[in-house]
């Protein structure tokens, strides 16, 4: 499967724990790509790295949230001191740029989906 | 930010041809239309992209006139699969984050 994985799919924590989740892209996209997501509204953006470089942060990307992808592979999000609002769906898409057209077609993975008790 | 503004919902038939409208009054220059397809709990799917007048693709239509101020997805022959939420994106290459700013969506019903 050449899709967009992400691991894990779910994850159950407590109030005040930490949690990294992992995402690893299509191997040729260059562009990879952060969401939250909560029942019933749309995807919220969160980050975007092109290759290694961070190059957009969302201010819903507060100091507890870190985000990484070392050699421009695969990516990780890491939510420290995580509260019960953090509770959500985290998707993570990537996606190349043949065109020229900034965040062209974005491939989506299917998500981990995170509960805080 | 630019903003889009889609119908909450929309019912429809197997066979029956639909029209999704997205308004974006304050599009750029250089600002794309996207549109995305997400079923419960997957992950939103491509499904066409343009910057004026008609795309075509093996799953939809987009219609955009002249003036660019709204677009129009077009799914011909619903099936009962096609029931998902549809998102409209605007953006390009100057400010990226308008590109990923999905909204709320169109919640599509197919009824048979």
């Known amino acids: 499967d050449t899709g967009v994985s992400q691991n894990p799919r779910h994850k159950i924590t407590k109030r005040g724990q930490n949690v990294t989740f992992r995402c690893d892209p299509i191997?040729?996209?260059?562009?990879l790509y952060w969401y939250r997501q909560t029942l019933g509204q749309g995807p919220e953006f969160l980050t975007y790295?092109?290759?290694?470089?961070?190059?957009?942060k969302s201010r819903l990307l507060s100091d507890r949230f870190s985000a990484e992808r070392p050699k421009g592979s695969f990516s990780t999000l890491e939510i420290q001191r995580t509260e019960q609002g953090d509770s959500a769906m985290y998707l993570c898409a990537s996606s190349s740029d043949p065109l020229g057209v900034l965040h062209y077609e974005q491939y989506f993975g299917p998500g981990t989906r995170l509960t805080v008790t | 930010l630019a903003k889009t503004t889609q119908p909450i919902s929309m019912d429809s038939y197997e066979g029956q041809e639909v029209n999704i409208t997205c308004s974006h009054n304050?599009?750029?220059?250089?600002?794309?239309i996207t549109w995305y397809q997400q079923f419960p709990s997957q992950g939103p799917r491509f499904i066409i992209q343009?910057?004026?007048t008609k795309v075509t693709n093996e799953v939809a239509s987009l219609f955009i006139p002249a003036d660019r101020k709204s677009s129009t997805l077009s799914l011909p022959r619903v099936s009962l699969s096609d029931t998902a939420v549809y998102y409209c994106l605007v953006g390009g290459m100057d400010t990226g984050r308008r590109a990923l700013t999905f909204g709320s969506g169109t919640r599509l019903q197919v009824q048979p």
């Open positions: 304050n599009i750029a220059t250089n600002d794309y």
């Open positions: 343009g910057y004026k």
């Open positions: 191997s040729e996209h260059n562009r």
């Open positions: 790295f092109q290759n290694e470089a961070q190059l957009e």
